[in-house]
């Protein structure tokens, strides 16, 4: 039921104007309504978990431009969890990895984002990628820098 009012109300759904950048970017695959892992444990301002694990949707595309991994909790509406151009300088913050499984976003150790921060986070986009699109995409792995707003919203803290 949860999954047939999610697809109703276009919870997980990529918007139209993600949707009209991708289209045009040469898609490798395109999956909306992707189950999304959210694990925690850790400390940041307003937040201590140990062992948080919550379940999302989002969409996931990739294209032979980019990667593009979102959120959703309300309808019409998705946050980008990565945008992540393929030929972009190299981070170290944020760690992806595609598999047959889909794409693991994973910060190992959150104080390198901010001091103030301890702990780890990870995002699983469950997604099922064939061998023909893993061949396809130009990394497999890849890495990127976020600001702490990242962190903050992942956890569900207020921050500005």
């Given at each position: 039921m949860a999954v047939f009012l999610r697809r109703m109300l276009s919870i997980g759904n990529l918007p139209d104007d993600m949707r009209a950048e991708?289209?045009?970017?040469?898609?490798?695959?395109?999956?909306?309504?992707?189950?999304?892992?959210?694990?925690?444990?850790?400390?940041?301002?307003?937040?201590?978990?140990?062992?948080?694990?919550?379940?999302?949707?989002?969409?996931?595309?990739?294209?032979?431009?980019?990667?593009?991994?979102?959120?959703?909790?309300?309808?019409?509406?998705?946050g980008r969890a990565v945008d992540h151009p393929w030929h972009d300088a190299t981070g170290s913050m944020v760690t992806g990895t595609l598999d047959s499984s889909g794409l693991l976003l994973e910060v190992p150790d959150i104080s390198v984002i901010d001091p103030g921060f301890a702990g780890s986070v990870s995002l699983h986009y469950k997604s099922d990628l064939s061998d023909e699109v893993l061949m396809r995409v130009p990394q497999r792995s890849f890495a990127f820098d976020v600001p702490p707003k990242f962190v903050y919203s992942l956890c569900g803290v207020p921050r500005g």
């Amino acid at each position: 039921m949860a999954v047939f009012l999610r697809r109703m109300l276009s919870i997980g759904n990529l918007p139209d104007d993600m949707r009209a950048e991708v289209d045009g970017e040469g898609v490798l695959h395109l999956e909306e309504f992707v189950p999304v892992t959210f694990r925690f444990s850790g400390k940041v301002p307003g937040k201590t978990a140990k062992g948080n694990v919550r379940s999302y949707v989002g969409a996931l595309a990739l294209t032979s431009r980019r990667v593009l991994g979102t959120l959703s909790t309300v309808p019409k509406k998705a946050g980008r969890a990565v945008d992540h151009p393929w030929h972009d300088a190299t981070g170290s913050m944020v760690t992806g990895t595609l598999d047959s499984s889909g794409l693991l976003l994973e910060v190992p150790d959150i104080s390198v984002i901010d001091p103030g921060f301890a702990g780890s986070v990870s995002l699983h986009y469950k997604s099922d990628l064939s061998d023909e699109v893993l061949m396809r995409v130009p990394q497999r792995s890849f890495a990127f820098d976020v600001p702490p707003k990242f962190v903050y919203s992942l956890c569900g803290v207020p921050r500005g």
